[in-house]
């Protein structure tokens, strides 16, 4: 993987709209779309609903990517 940012289409109230994220966030982003058993549109939707006026979408997607698994890491680390 070369770290640069792949740009992808989703569509959000309607639009296509492109994302540019490095490969790793969209695998990451795939697996917990899948995880919650929602297409990767509405799991976007959802991200997008939830940012701040002020954070583009690709870092709050990031951000999200980045929170989902900080909370399954501490999960792993209080579960036996």
């Known amino acids: ?7 992808h289409s989703v569509t959000l109230k309607g639009h296509r709209t492109s994302i540019s994220l490095e490969e790793e966030f969209w695998q990451a982003l795939r697996a917990i779309a899948e995880r919650k058993s929602q297409p990767i549109n509405a799991l976007v939707a959802e991200i997008d609903v939830d940012r701040g006026a002020d954070m583009g979408l690709a870092s709050a997607i990031r951000v999200f990517v980045l929170r989902d698994l900080q909370t399954r890491v501490a999960q792993d680390q209080i579960e036996p």
């Open 1 to 7: 993987m070369s770290g640069r940012p792949v740009k």
